[in-house]
């Protein structure tokens, strides 16, 4: 089975800051990711599909990208809001598998 | 708005059973792709089990066997039975329904874009 990694597992950062966050595949995977954010107490959000598709709603401040085998989550300007953990998600032959989590704080 | 409800959660004891609802408004549940999405204290998200709009349903490796993931279309309701209860099964139980399509390049993408607000399942005597 597919085994996703995150990297960093977590990270301090400043408003205003950018932010990136990698997903990696233990295998090549030809298919998208997707991103989501989850604050503490509530359920994830989504943020991109298809690797690169903003949600509906979702500030362009995030993007999605794929280089080779890493695909990156990045957050251009960073804003109090966006606290909480990130997850990358990959689905392949009716299994749906998540990353570990990147949990971003605020400075 | 589109939204899902969960209920069904409580406190129950090893190799009982519990059965979750999770209710959906402002769209049918027949013509979705919807799963069951699972969260243990402290830990990350865990996929659980899927229903396709054909009937054909699929698990994680963790709960095949005791899970089964069902739905009332009269109810626009989706379930999951949880049978052999086991102490790591304790977690936040979330539905979501799966958004599914083909990209640019013709690769099928899926993702959860509405999910409820889940319910905790604690197994434990």
């Known amino acids: 089975a597919i085994q996703l990694t995150q990297s960093p597992s977590s990270l301090s950062a400043s408003v205003g800051d950018r932010v990136t966050i990698t997903c990696r595949a233990s295998q090549g995977i030809a298919s998208p990711l997707a991103w989501y954010q989850q604050e503490p107490g509530k359920a994830p959000k989504l943020l991109i599909y298809d690797t690169s598709s903003l949600e509906s709603g979702v500030p362009s401040r995030f993007s999605g990208s794929r280089s080779g085998t890493d695909f990156t989550l990045t957050i251009s300007s960073l804003q109090p809001e966006d606290f909480g953990t990130y997850y990358c998600h990959h689905f392949n032959n009716h299994q749906f598998t998540f990353g570990p989590g990147t949990k971003v704080d605020i400075k | 708005e589109a939204q899902l409800v969960e209920s069904g959660g409580g406190l129950i004891q090893p190799g009982g059973s519990l059965r979750l609802s999770c209710a959906a408004s402002e769209f049918i549940v027949k013509y979705s792709y919807m799963s069951w999405v699972r969260q243990a204290p402290g830990e990350g998200l865990e996929w659980v089990a899927g229903?396709?709009?054909?009937?054909?349903?699929y698990y994680g490796d963790s709960v095949k066997g005791r899970f089964t993931i069902s739905r009332d279309t009269s109810k626009n309701t989706l379930y999951l039975q949880m049978n052999s209860l086991r102490p790591e099964d304790t977690a936040v139980y979330y539905c979501a329904r799966d958004r599914q399509g083909y990209d640019s390049s013709g690769y099928f993408y899926d993702a959860f874009d509405i999910w409820g607000q889940g319910t905790m399942v604690t197994v434990s005597s």
């Open positions: 229903f396709y709009t054909d009937g054909a349903t």
